[in-house]
Nanobody, 129 residues
Framework: QVQLVQSGGGLVQPGGSLNLSCVAS????????IGWFRQPPGEEEERLGI?????????WYSNSVKGRFTISRDNAKNTVYLQMNNLNADDTSVYYC?????????????????????WGPGTQVTVSS
């Protein structure tokens, strides 16, 4: 399984943007489905899928981020990104990337968090004025 390192979190004002990165080692990320997840407030044990990218390029976004967030992959850098625009306070959370060999539809991969074996350490995103 690949190892994942995240970067790009921080403090941003409402309406601002951040670009999260997830760099993989120990494998080619293009062979893996990638998911971005975040924790609901006060729910440290739960992670909700917000965006997923399959190996065929198909993507899925939760309604809460659709139109504002964009997931992408740079195979040459073995990196996946989550571009987050028009951020609001409800986006404040710890964000995790995860990678797994494709196992179901791209939507299913954003739901079945328990199937992922490779997780990044998480990065805090805080949206506040």
């Amino acid at each position: 399984q690949v190892q994942l390192v995240q970067s790009g979190g921080g403090l941003v004002q409402p309406g601002g943007s951040l670009n999260l990165s997830c760099v993989a080692s120990g494998g080619n990320l293009e062979d893996y489905a990638i998911g971005w997840f975040r924790q609901p407030p006060g729910e440290e044990e739960e992670r909700l899928g917000i965006s997923c990218l399959s190996t065929d390029g198909s993507t899925w976004y939760s309604n809460s981020v659709k139109g504002r967030f964009t997931i992408s992959r740079d195979n040459a850098k073995n990196t996946v990104y989550l571009q987050m625009n028009n951020l609001n306070a409800d986006d404040t959370s710890v964000y995790y990337c995860a990678a797994e060999l494709p196992f179901t539809t791209v939507h299913g991969m954003c739901v079945m968090t328990w199937r992922y074996n490779s997780w990044g350490p998480g990065t805090q995103v805080t949206v506040s004025s």
